[in-house]
Structures are given as C-alpha cells and as structure tokens.
Nanobody, 126 residues
Framework: QVQLVESGGGLVQAGDSLRLSCAGS????????LAWFRQAPGKEREFVAA????????SYADSVKGRFTISRDNPKNTVYLQMNVLKPEDTAVYYC???????????????????WGQGTQVTVSS
C-alpha cells in the first residue's frame, strides 16, 4: 500500500494562495486515484478534489471549484492542490487520500479511500 505524506500547509490571509503537496511512496503510486479531503473542527471530513491515476480526469467540490486545482506528477510520486483566493471557511486540516484504481470514475467519499496521510493544517485569517 502506498504511504502518503502531506506538506505545504500554513497560516495565510484571505485572498492569498497556497500549494499543498502529497508525496507517495511505493511503486504502485501511478495506479492510485488520489484525492484531497478536509476537516474543520467539529465538522465531518469533506471532499475537496480528486484526480484519476493518469491525471486526465479531475473532480471538485462546488465550494472550491474555480479556486482550487488538483494535479499530479507521477514520475515524482506527488499530487498537488493549488489553492487560490483562499477564504476563512477554507480553514481545516487537509488530508491526502489514495485508492488503487485504474477506473475513470472518481470517488468522493472518504470511505472509498484506504490510504491516508497525516494531514496538514491550513488556516486562513480574515
């Protein structure tokens, strides 16, 4: 199973940009569908964005569509989340998730992923 490690979180102001990275280990990384989820205090973990194994298909939550971009660099075993025009409501712990899948269908529920990173905190001040 792939191991995932996130980085890039921090404290920013509203309107700023931030890029999260998630490095994966293991030779099967290129066969994994990957996603970003987030969890704010007192709230359930929610879907942010997903990308299929090839990087050709992506999906976004309505709340981040047009502001966030998910991408992957398979030779580097890394998936990214570029976050622009950040809002205070984007404040959360962001998690990278993966599942072994060569399907073109993208999964948006946390229970559909079986590999998780430890999370990275993103705080957006107003």
């Amino acid at each position: 199973q792939v191991q995932l490690v996130e980085s890039g979180g921090g404290l920013v102001q509203a309107g700023d940009s931030l890029r999260l990275s998630c490095a994966g280990s293991g030779r099967t990384f290129t066969s994994y569908a990957l996603a970003w989820f987030r969890q704010a205090p007192g709230k359930e973990r929610e879907f942010v964005a997903a990308i299929n194994f090839s990087g050709r298909r992506t999906s976004y939550a309505d709340s981040v569509k047009g502001r966030f971009t998910i991408s992957r660099d398979n030779p580097k075993n890394t998936v990214y989340l570029q976050m622009n025009v950040l809002k205070p409501e984007d404040t959360a712990v962001y998690y990278c998730a993966g599942v072994l899948s060569l399907s073109t269908n993208l999964r948006v529920r946390p229970g559909e992923y079986d590999a998780w990173g430890q999370g990275t905190q993103v705080t957006v001040s107003s």
